[in-house]
């Protein structure tokens, strides 16, 4: 048996299992900056259950929550699954390397890309609600380990979707997490329609660039927020039909504690920054907000929200306590919606789009395994557009990669 299989090939011997395999680690005794917390380590490759499929791992995308999980805040990763560490990474592309007894539905070889929804499949809430209702869901790779930062992953067999055969192993890699997640918020949480405004902050960060597509799919109007005149071009390609660079308005971002000064100074930015909106929209309030920013943006969304509009929301990147003035969301009753990630009919569905080239990828920078930890830093310190890929065992790439990879 192979010790450890070498980076960037693939192995002849489809199903062949190397011992050991390299994987970005994060253990409890080092939890911090994501360039100190992971550490490149030779660890066992993992055994397959039943209804499990081990993937080799072509390429990995990076996504914020590497980053929560290196820090370990605002909760640690070890409170959430037990093990001894974690490797993170909740988006990947590869081929089927080895299934389960249980498994009927894919073969080794099998080319595929991983959703990141783990639940136990056996609940009513699987069988009929939905499995993100299940008691036992979890994120793979954040609230489960074995992530895809490592050559071998392994996930449920309902995680795997078919890999789009015109896209190369890294762009395969980089959209899952993000892009169903955005679908699941603006198709079946807010259920955008044709027509609507749709205020979209972070357009050009990793749910951004899904959301903007996926608007402009839909016959809605995306207008799109960014932080910083570089990152409107590509917002623009993505088909945003309006601009606003955030930084115009020195004042808008919440910051508690507010003093009664600080706090007139940001009321009049967010109402300078609405009649901004509202120019852009031929004087209509939003339908629907696109939130995932949190508490320096929340109160601004729900205050700018139109009359029995929505926002929606699956995350906070800067800050969880979210404060706004309620009056704005009682007297002009308007919503509220949590959205997180998605299940598996909805992964497929979004998927399908990709297959039939409606939503692309939006693939900025690629790394080289070696490189995870380095990646994960860009991306806490926001220094990164749309999506980073991570090449594992794919030839890959671009970005000063010595070869782009379309195998
Ligand atoms: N619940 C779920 O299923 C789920 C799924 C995916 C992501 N999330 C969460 O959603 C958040 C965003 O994820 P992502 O992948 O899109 O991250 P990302 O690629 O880092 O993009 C986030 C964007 O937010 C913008 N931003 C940062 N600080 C801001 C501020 N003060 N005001 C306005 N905008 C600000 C930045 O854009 P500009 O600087 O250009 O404005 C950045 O591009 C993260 O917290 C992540 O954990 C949750």
Known sequence: MTNIFPLREVPKNVGELPKKMLA????????????????????????????????????????????????????SVFRMHGEPMHIAGSDASGIV???GDQVKRWKAGDEVVI??????????????LDPMACSEQKIWGYETSWGSFAQFTKVQAQQLLRKPKQLDWLSAASYGLTYFTAYRMLVHQAEVTAGDHVLIWGAAGGLGVFAVQI????????????????????????????????????????????TPERNKARMEACKKFGKRVRELTGGRDVDVVFEHVGQQTFPT??????????????????????????RHLWMRQKQILGSHFANAYQAERANQLVHEGKIRP??????????????????????????????????????GLPKADAA
């Open 115 to 128: 959703h990141c929804n783990q639940s136990c499949g056996q609940c009513p809430e699987c069988n009929g």
């Open 97 to 99: 390397w080895k299934v």
């Open 24 to 75: 970005w680690c994060i253990r409890p005794d080092r939890e911090g900056d994501p360039d100190t917390a992971m550490k490149l380590e030779e660890v066992d490759v993992p055994a397959v259950g039943p209804n499990e499929v081990l993937v080799l791992v072509m390429g990995a995308g990076v996504n914020f929550n590497g980053v929560w999980a290196a820090r370990g805040k605002p909760v």
């Open 362 to 399: 939006v693939l900025d920078q690629v790394f080289p395994f070696e490189q995870t930890a380095h990646a994960h830093a860009l991306m806490a310190a926001n220094k990164h557009k749309g999506k980073m890929g991570i090449a594992v065992q794919a030839a890959a790439a671009r970005a």
């Open 215 to 258: 608007c402009r799919m839909l016959g809605a109007n995306p207008i799109a927020v960014v932080g910083g005149k570089d990152k409107m071009e590509l917002v623009k390609s993505l088909g945003a039909s309006a601009l606003i660079d955030r930084n115009d308005y020195a004042d808008l971002m919440y910051k508690p504690p507010e």
């Open 301 to 326: 969304s729900v205050f700018l929200a139109k009359k029995f509009g929505k926002i929606v929301i699956c995350g906070a990147t800067t800050g969880f306590n979210l404060e706004f003035d309620v």
